[in-house]
């Protein structure tokens, strides 16, 4: 199968709206972008034109929308912006911007993805470069009971279930089984409010000056007399409206039942592009918000760079590759110098070995008394043992690896009693002549304890 090429507009297009927070007129420039440029906002009002990535860790506030801000220029609200890109399969985009707050236009992503499909997609040269979810990762607010799960999945897709303590709107549920659907299935959904909140955010809040009842759908949870609703139709200079028997305004109409829910999904797909690659995994999302959405972009984030610098996940309740019996088959080493337990991961030139830490360790008693620290010699034994076991697991007959040579060895933190080290070792260049050269990463979670860079020569051992 063809990689996937990343893609960038065919030709640029302009949004024009209202912010819905700030009420400030707003024109949003879409430009093709270079390979590898991501998403950015470029503030054109400002002096300078600073440019603001579209990255989780530029997030300052979350409270009715995401705000990003660097070095004083701020744009907010771009959500449905960016759930709009990814969505139409965008990864290259430069968005000049001439205030601080995306317009909120219906409140949906429609106007957005119906100006990219106008504009046209192209491919451009480079590969797309995925964050593929390998392992479950978790964030979980205790006090809002938002929870996001991260779960490896060949596609990009959602679940997404809200629950607020309302008649109306009580527990919604929508799914979304692959990004490709999400024009068709997701792009038209609006935002929400509910009546009550409507008042407050425009009176004590100084929030929603852009709101004028057509850009979201209010709900009505509670009783309320038609000539409060007049007045507060009155307050966003708005026709007068009623209620419909679902306990929503009658100046829109529903496009799915669960349109909320879907909405929330939406939110989770643009905020969860902060962590800035495109997404193989499922999400299953929880009373999501953007304060949750945005935390798990951070995460993401963090599980990109763990990839990238080549940290092994180690799960416990998997099958070994290589238990204790097979790791004593191939070595000769016995107690108290066997340094492996076990192999949880092996490919042809790299393999992943694991030592759990006790307190029981014979070399406790005298590297320290009362400071115990496992001895940096030993950290480079087990990771020469690992090592040995990629070379030796390969052969037919039996061998032993004895070093030669050990260079650029490294100890960056102490190892204690109680600490799981994981040793990733990989070939440096093709074996030759009966000679293995590797280099050795010792961790404990994320962070490398060691390191090394180790050349052995393989025997055959007499029967």
Do not use: W
């Amino acid at each position: 199968m063809n990689a996937q090429k990343q893609q960038t507009l065919a030709q640029p297009f302009t949004i024009q709206g209202r912010g819905l927070h700030t009420g400030v007129d707003v024109t949003m420039t879409f430009l093709p972008a270079p390979e590898n440029h991501g998403f950015r906002f470029k503030r054109v009002d400002l002096p300078g034109q600073p440019v603001i990535e579209a990255d989780a860790d530029l997030v300052v506030d979350t409270s009715r929308g995401t705000l990003l801000q660097k070095n004083g220029a701020r744009i907010g609200t771009i959500e449905h912006t960016l759930a709009a890109m990814v969505g139409m399969g965008l990864d290259n985009v430069l968005v000049e911007v001439n205030n601080e707050e995306a317009p909120i236009i219906d409140g949906s992503s429609r106007i957005f993805v119906e100006a990219i499909e106008k504009a046209g997609v192209v491919e451009q040269d480079a590969e797309r470069q995925y964050l593929e979810i390998t392992r479950k990762i978790v964030y979980r607010d205790e006090k809002t009971g938002s929870e996001l799960i991260a779960l490896p999945d060949d596609d990009y897709s959602l679940n997404v279930m809200i629950a607020f303590n309302s008649r109306v709107l009580n527990n919604q549920f929508a799914t979304l089984d692959s990004i490709k659907d999400f024009k068709a299935d997701i792009a038209n959904c609006r935002t929400f409010v509910f009546l009550h909140e409507l008042e407050f955010l425009l009176k004590h809040n100084n929030l929603i000056k852009g709101g004028d009842l057509s850009n979201a759908i209010v709900i009505i949870d509670r009783d309320v007399t038609q000539d409060e609703l007049d007045r507060l139709a009155d307050l966003f200079n708005h026709e007068h409206v009623s209620v419909k028997a679902q306990g929503i305004l009658n100046n829109v109409d529903l496009q799915f039942e669960n349109e909320c829910a879907r909405h929330k999904l939406l939110d989770v797909i643009g905020d969860l592009s902060l962590a800035g690659r495109h997404i193989k995994g499922r999400i299953i999302a929880t009373k999501p918000g953007h304060s949750a959405n945005t935390r798990m972009a951070q995460l993401l984030k963090k599980e990109i760079a763990r990839q990238e610098s080549g940290v092994p996940v180690y799960d416990p309740n998997a099958e070994p590759l290589m238990d204790i019996g097979r790791i004593t088959e191939l070595l000769p080493h016995r107690y108290p110098f066997l340094l492996v337990d076990k192999i949880i991961e092996r490919k042809e030139n790299m393999i992943v070995g694991v030592k759990n830490v006790t307190i029981n360790e014979p070399f406790f008693q005298g590297h320290f008394p009362g400071e115990s620290v496992m001895p940096g010699v030993l950290l480079i034994e087990a990771m020469a043992q690992t090592g040995g076991l990629l070379v030796l697991d390969q052969l037919k007959d039996r061998y032993s690896t004895y070093f030669i040579r050990i260079d650029n060895v490294k100890f960056r933190r102490k190892v204690v009693p109680g600490d799981t080290l994981i040793f990733r070792l990989e070939m440096i260049s093709p074996i030759r002549r009966g000679i293995a050269v590797m280099r050795g990463l010792c961790y404990v979670g994320d962070k490398v304890a060691a390191e090394g860079e180790f050349m052995a020569q393989i025997v055959k051992m007499n029967e």
